[in-house]
């Protein structure tokens, strides 16, 4: 992840597997493992902090893009590993605008990534959705999104729903200021091959579709 610059995902490894060699270190007793256990420890601690600096600067300076090319059948990019990176616990309020949260796939979709930023992050407070109507079938369309509404609103949360008819991009910002767009948007992952199928409930066994995923901060970010 590292040498492929998608610094904020190696980032998140960097500092879990600092965590994990030094609960190790805690158990060893062999003292030349030890001494590797700690130099490893410290190369982990100075590049995580070169990362920090690195991606920091490029905040700073509007400059920050990473790409995410996920191929076509690739598996691994359930919304908890594409989004986590981007989450802090400081995240209170989310946009999503994506012309097709619309047909019941899509709409299991959108109900996934709500269910991962409230696993994610305990602050987030509103969620912001844009999306066109279905006007083949609108009435289960609106039927979802406002038993999703109501459910969200019992823990707390406002889902601020609106349609547009001229809504063609794919985008996902965070008040933080991280921006995610998806070439797909929500809808990347393929059917499954039956219900009972594995990949049917854990989306990183899912298999993909291709798209391209683009990551971009910014200090300006929409106003509620």
Known sequence: LDQSGRFQESLVCYQEGIQLLIDVLKV????SKRGHYREKIKGY????EQIKAHVNQMKEDGKYHEQIKISGDATGYSYETLFKPYISNTLTEV????????HTHQLYNFLRFCEMLLKSCSKVSKIHLLTSQDDADSSQQNGALLELKDSLSALGVTLDLQYSSTIHDREIRFETGWIIKIGRGLDYFKKPKGRFSIGCCDYDLRLCHETTVDIFHTKHTKSS
């Open 45 to 48: 601690m100075d590049r995580a």
């Open 28 to 31: 060893s007793k062999d003292e």
């Open 95 to 102: 946009w999503v605008e994506d012309p097709y949260i619309r």
